[in-house]
């Protein structure tokens, strides 16, 4: 039945939406060039939102959506010379499309999986490999990349373009890669689910705190890896991570936007279910703790398991981040050590830790650091030195947000 024009726009964006990362990975297995292929996946959206409001909806949208794309790949490869090879392998099998069949589930996971490995390869910056991430996985546009990241739509543009130029000049092959390179390039796809969750979780810069729509496309991300890769306990244990921190995120702000400090937070705005999901997460990925992502999930868990602040188990979590530090270490992970260790120690002992940091280079420009040495010395009842620690954390963050908090925190310490 015919539909209106806008509701047959409305009907094609949504499932464009949740569509275009299958579509995309199924037409790169065919031309191997993400660029070409999301191409192909546009005019098929165009194709759908000129034909739907004549023809109606069709009862599976994403198969014609898939079947149009694929159509629009063979006129392409016949139009192009440098793809003649590439019609006499792929041509006559797509010659005759029969009506759309739902594609065999393996089928699309392999090639979801090549595409998830692809648009996360090393050869592209750690930005360019978010941008595009979220591009051809996540369906957001460019308008809504740009938004999440405070950037402009033209510089995120560039960004997206020049890494598929990277992808196709680099010669990055659409695979799963091998035993001998998992570990490796799994660690740039952890990597890239988990900046794009963390910019949601606590914006670098802008208004806003928390941007809940980042943390929900990660962790859609990570969920879909999750099933791909079901024996990759990593994966699980990032799966587990997000889980527990976006159960946290009701809490965290105020009815004004304002941050909620973890200590303040009312627990009961927590979400059982994602802390459920969170803790089976945690089970699949086993007891061992081997990977950084799974000691995290197990410090998140003691913050779920914990009914109140006053019962949180310290000890466990400065033991984890030592843990943590032995896989993965860095400033930034002693730094949330010290705090534990605070916390379950007494406040100097924190303080020792902190001041050994100070020439750290990596933490000059962090405001963390300045704003975790404010705190130990507020509960030292070293006012002054705290107020001051408080100020020039303020004047490092570029969250509006988290300024005002650090200032406010800094206005109340005694002159």
């Known amino acids: 039945m015919p539909v209106t024009a806008t509701s047959a726009a409305e009907t094609v964006e949504a499932v ?3 569509e275009s990362p299958r579509i995309i990975a199924g037409l790169t297995r065919i031309v191997r060039d993400v660029g070409i292929a999301e191409e192909l996946a546009q005019d ?7 034909q739907w ?40 099998t797509l010659e005759d499309l029969p009506p759309p069949e739902p594609p065999d589930e393996e089928e699309i996971d392999d090639d979801l999986l090549r595409l998830i490995f692809t648009a996360c390869h090393p050869v592209l910056s750690t930005q360019a490999r978010i941008a595009l991430t ?34 196709a000049a680099s010669g990055v092959p659409f695979e799963v890669p091998g035993p001998e390179d998992r570990a490796a390039r799994l660690s740039s796809v952890l990597e890239v689910i988990y900046l794009i969750f963390n910019e949601g979780y606590s914006a670098t810069a802008g208004d806003d705190l928390v941007r ?94 914990a009914a109140r602040y006053e019962d949180t188990d310290w ?23 010290a705090v534990a260790v605070s916390m379950a120690d007494g406040p100097q002992a924190g303080l020792d830790l902190v001041d050994a940091l100070a020439e750290e280079p990596a933490l000059q420009d962090y405001h963390l650091l300045p704003s975790a040495r404010g705190d130990l010395l507020e509960r030292l009842g070293r006012n002054a030195e705290a107020r001051a620690e408080f100020e020039r954390a303020a004047a490092l963050t570029r969250n509006a947000r988290e300024r005002d908090l650090l200032l406010a925190r800094a206005g109340r310490q005694a002159r």
Request: hydrophobic letters at 50%; one cysteine or more; glycine letters at 8%.
């Open 16 to 18: 464009f939406r949740i």
């Open 315 to 337: 000890a466990t979590i400065a033991a984890l981040y030592g843990r943590l530090m032995a896989l993965a270490p860095s400033p930034v992970v002693e730094l949330n050590r």
């Open 212 to 305: 809940p729509a980042l943390c929900e496309d990660a962790l859609r991300l990570a969920r879909v890896l999750a099933g791909l890769m079901p024996g990759e306990s990593e994966v699980h244990g990032l799966v587990a991570l997000l889980e527990f921190q976006a159960s946290r995120i009701p809490a965290r702000t105020g009815p004004d936007g304002a941050p909620v400090l973890l200590a303040e937070q009312h627990r009961a705005r927590w979400d059982r279910l994602l802390m459920h999901r969170g803790i089976e997460a945690l089970h699949r990925a086993g007891g061992e703790l081997a990977g950084p992502y799974s000691v995290q999930a197990a410090i998140a868990a003691c913050h779920a398991r």
């Open 44 to 50: 098929a959206l165009v194709a759908a939102l000129e």
């Open 134 to 167: 979220l591009r051809l996985l996540g369906g957001l546009t460019t308008a809504e990349i740009a938004r999440a990241f405070l950037a402009t739509e033209p510089a995120v543009a560039q960004r997206i373009v020049r890494a598929k130029r990277t992808l």
């Open 53 to 92: 409001p004549e023809s109606g909806v069709p009862e599976k949208p994403g198969a014609w959506l898939t079947a149009t794309a694929k159509h629009r790949a063979i006129d392409l490869v016949r139009r192009r010379e440098t793809y003649a090879r590439k019609l006499a392998e792929v041509g006559r």
